[in-house]
């Protein structure tokens, strides 16, 4: 069976991935300070990747998933024995910040 060359699509579907690839970057980015307090886990304190999988209680998958949208990111990058680091500019990161944030009104004017 012979394969001829793949056809162009008529349309250029780029932005559709981009909205998705935003929007689903937003929503790891948002279970890794909410859900899972991940930078304050790892300021000042590097871990292995499997000790902070365990620790936040994820699998093996899901865990790298979120990692390397991190580190994609440019907020997590490793050391030279693999652990992860919090990259130290993201302290504002920390679950504690975005209580206290959370939990201030605000007013539209």
């Known amino acids: 069976m012979t394969v001829g060359p793949l056809v162009p699509p008529s349309t250029d579907p780029t932005s559709i991935f981009e909205f998705f690839r935003g929007s689903y970057g937003t929503e790891l980015l948002t279970a ?6 991940l930078f304050r886990r790892l300021i000042g304190q590097p871990k292995p990747f499997d000790e902070l999988r365990t620790e936040i209680g994820l699998q093996r998958r899901p865990a790298v998933v979120l990692c390397t949208a991190l580190r994609a990111m440019g907020l997590l990058t490793t050391d ?6 919090a990259v130290e500019s993201d302290r504002s990161l920390s679950n504690q910040s975005s209580r206290e944030l959370d939990s201030t009104p605000k007013r539209i004017k």
């Open 32 to 37: 890794a300070v909410v859900e899972f307090d």
């Open 80 to 85: 030279s024995r693999e652990r992860l680091w």
